[in-house]
């Protein structure tokens, strides 16, 4: 696990938008898995410039988001089908039939989070896919004591989770309990997963992720199991970790092929 501290959010998210862009100019018809949530946004914001101001070009890539609240139509604003349109797809060329997200709404779920699985199995697999953490260890929706080699599925959202995403609904009683995410198992396939953390609410889930026990009560612990691994963290995130001073010697001693840009 490749651990990378930096001062500030935008820092984060400039080293993040960094590493995607290069894998789209060194493989243009790659696979993105996208995340939502606040921490992504700085780093989609980026990645718009870069298109706009460098001609980083999207036309060739396949996207698959990471989850869907359930009962929420895709015009809803809460949607992350709205959240994705407004904040990346409709300001890049990327074509919208290229673009997958789970539905949420869709009348037979369970059939649908199999055709999820095979999509990106027919579109050969995850090349890089990003990733948020929750305050409680969650990545996707994949909330604690939950199964490390889980599937897409439909997944009930724990109290902890409904609270800390309670201010994006108006009215708190109207957010969903049951979204479809991918699988920690799904997740874990991915050939490059990029976990980006600001923020001291995180610090504890990070340093769980980092330092703890592989364990279904921290789920991004079984990113350490994958073999590759970048996670990109705040100096308040990092707050918490044991040993900030050697994740800084390691970078600092890289080899030039090692470096992100």
């Not at 201010?167 to 976990?195: K, W, Y």
Request: glycine share 6%.
């Amino acid at each position: 696990m490749e651990v990378l501290i930096r001062d500030t959010a935008d820092e984060v998210s400039l080293l993040g938008s960094q590493i995607v862009a290069q894998l789209l100019r060194r493989k243009p018809r790659c696979v993105l898995g996208l995340a939502t949530g606040r921490t992504p946004l700085r780093l989609y914001g980026e990645l718009i410039r870069l298109h706009q101001t460098e001609k980083l070009n999207f036309s060739q890539v396949v996207t698959f988001n990471l989850d869907e609240y359930v009962g929420l139509p895709p015009d809803h604003p809460q949607s992350y089908h709205h959240y994705m349109r407004e904040n990346l797809f409709r300001h890049v060329n990327i074509p919208l039939e290229s673009t997958h997200i789970p539905d949420g709404y869709s009348a037979d779920l369970r059939h649908h989070c199999k055709e999820y699985e095979q999509a990106i199995i027919n579109a050969g697999g995850i090349d890089l896919q990003l990733l948020g953490i929750g305050s409680n260890g969650h990545i996707g929706f994949n909330e604690p004591t939950g199964s490390l080699r889980s599937r897409t599925w439909i997944k009930i959202l724990s109290e902890k989770t409904l609270r800390d995403n309670a201010s994006n609904f108006s009215n708190p009683d109207e957010q969903p309990r049951h979204v479809v995410t991918m699988g920690i198992g799904t997740i874990l396939e991915a050939r490059h997963c990029v976990v980006l953390a600001c923020g001291s609410q995180k610090s504890n889930a990070v340093k769980e992720m980092i330092e703890g026990p592989v364990s279904s009560m921290c789920p991004a612990s079984a990113l350490q199991l994958h073999p590759r691994v970048t996670v990109i963290v705040d100096t308040p995130a990092a707050a918490r970790l044991d040993h900030p001073e050697h994740y800084r010697w390691i970078e600092q001693h890289k080899l030039d092929w090692q470096k992100y840009p």
